[in-house]
């Protein structure tokens, strides 16, 4: 877990807790947050994060709205599960879908990198399809991750890709946070004028996870192929990126935009990186209370 304490980063206290059980019997830890009667927003975060992840989104949007967050398997305080597979990220949604929703209830689904993957990974699955309103996908892609990713400083070709591959999919425990990590996690996943707070932030989250659990889900990630998924997501979908975004670069965000049957916008942010709820809390915050707005809330009263 985080060990943020204070500022708009710290997890706020859940309404309540519950666990959902997957398909395979894997068991997701479940935060509820805000009014039970309000709009409802799903939150899923990315690799080697977790629902504190969504501390900003969650503090900003529980005011009016019921804010569902979960921990992927293995992440945060969900157990490991020997079965790391983008089904099992559906299998996984469609579970807190079911204990979290009532039948028929809209909300707007938003993920960020992996849990962006998660929601197309789950784009034709039934409860996905019945209780998504709308879709934010932040900062992620479909396929070619590791082809893609510049988080190495070599040209594209077979060199960078393989070096990229054994960068993200390194065993090597992190360690405590310090400066040396900070400018690390800062260089690969964060825009050159992300505030210190934010880095520390995201450290504290990213090193809290087991790097088993990371390792396992790089190998996962490297081989994603959901091309096929984008065309079958129905519920409007928009795309935020960071332009610095060295994980998930632009190229990634313009194909998803292009792909997508019903999209709601392509927004592209100068001088951020991946980690763009933390880097633009405001910003993607705003996205989303605009979705529930354009769609969940008009879905509601028709």
């Known amino acids: 877990m985080s060990r943020v304490l204070s500022g708009p980063y710290a997890p706020p206290t859940p309404a309540r807790e519950l666990t959902a059980v997957s398909a395979d019997g894997a068991r997701l830890h479940v935060e509820v947050h805000g009014p039970e009667n309000a709009p409802p927003v799903v939150l899923i975060h990315g690799w080697a994060c977790s629902t504190a992840f969504w501390a900003a989104q969650i503090r900003a949007l529980a005011a009016d709205h019921r804010v569902i967050a979960y921990d992927q398997r293995g992440h945060g305080r969900s157990p490991a599960s020997r079965t790391c597979t983008t089904d099992a990220l559906a299998d996984d949604l469609e579970a807190v879908l079911a204990a979290t929703l009532a039948p028929g209830e809209k909300a707007v689904l938003a993920g960020h990198s ?32 590791v082809a893609a990713a ?32 900070r ?33 396992t889900w790089s190998r996962v990630l490297a081989v994603l192929d959901l091309d096929h998924a984008v065309r079958e997501l129905s519920a409007p979908t928009e795309v935020v990126v960071g332009t610095r975004d060295r994980l998930t670069p632009p190229v990634h965000a313009r194909a998803l935009a292009a792909a997508l049957p019903h999209p709601a916008g392509l927004t592209e942010l100068p001088g951020l990186g991946h980690m763009t709820p933390v880097e ?16 969940a809330t008009l879905r509601e009263s028709a």
């Open 114 to 145: 992996m849990g962006g993957m998660t929601i197309l990974a789950a784009a034709t699955r039934p409860r996905v399809r019945e209780h998504a309103a709308a879709v934010l996908l932040c900062s992620t892609g479909s396929s070619q991750l």
């Open 150 to 181: 510049t988080v190495v400083p070599l040209r594209p070709g077979r060199l960078r890709t393989w070096l990229t591959r054994r960068v993200l999919g390194s065993r090597a425990p992190l360690g405590p946070v310090t400066p040396l990590a």
């Open 183 to 215: 400018r690390v996690l800062k260089y690969g996943t964060m825009g050159p004028g992300s505030a210190p707070h934010m880095v520390e932030a995201c450290a504290r989250i990213v090193h809290a996870c087991p790097r088993t659990v990371r390792h």
């Open 280 to 295: 633009a809390p405001e910003l993607i915050t705003g996205k989303i209370r605009q979705l529930v707005t354009t769609y």
